[in-house]
């Protein structure tokens, strides 16, 4: 995982803080968004290897994110984080071909899992 960026969309600034940080020891580099706008914009200038997005950001919600970004790169693996487990949005995440889809409160070991899975994916 040493050598991985990953983008991290969240608008909660403490599970921002404590998410990239502790992804920030397993990982190269963090980049952070914490809208969809601010996060389509780093992923253009970023083009991280892996996007982990919470799908309840504003400006542009997480599944429309990844509906841009899956348009640019068919194959950048995305991890789709929600504390709602509303059946529609999990069928966007499937049509949008996610790796994982996250529901919140989760553990690191949940997400590092996830991660390892996109990176087997990639």
Request: hydrophobic share 40%.
């Amino acid at each position: 995982m040493n050598n991985l960026n990953i983008l991290y969309i969240e608008d909660d600034p403490e599970i921002l803080e404590n998410v990239s940080f502790l992804l920030s020891r397993y990982t190269n580099e963090v980049f952070t968004a914490t809208n969809g706008e601010e996060a389509l914009k780093v992923y253009k200038e970023k083009q991280p290897d892996i996007v982990v997005s919470d799908i309840n950001i504003p400006k542009i919600n997480g599944l429309k994110v990844a509906e841009i970004i899956r348009e640019d790169n068919p194959s950048v693996p995305i991890i789709i984080i929600s504390a709602h487990n509303e059946d529609h949005q999990l069928k966007i995440a499937k049509e949008l071909n996610v790796s994982s889809y996250i529901r919140k409160p989760f553990t690191l070991q949940e997400l590092k899992d996830a991660i390892a899975k996109a990176i087997k994916e990639k």
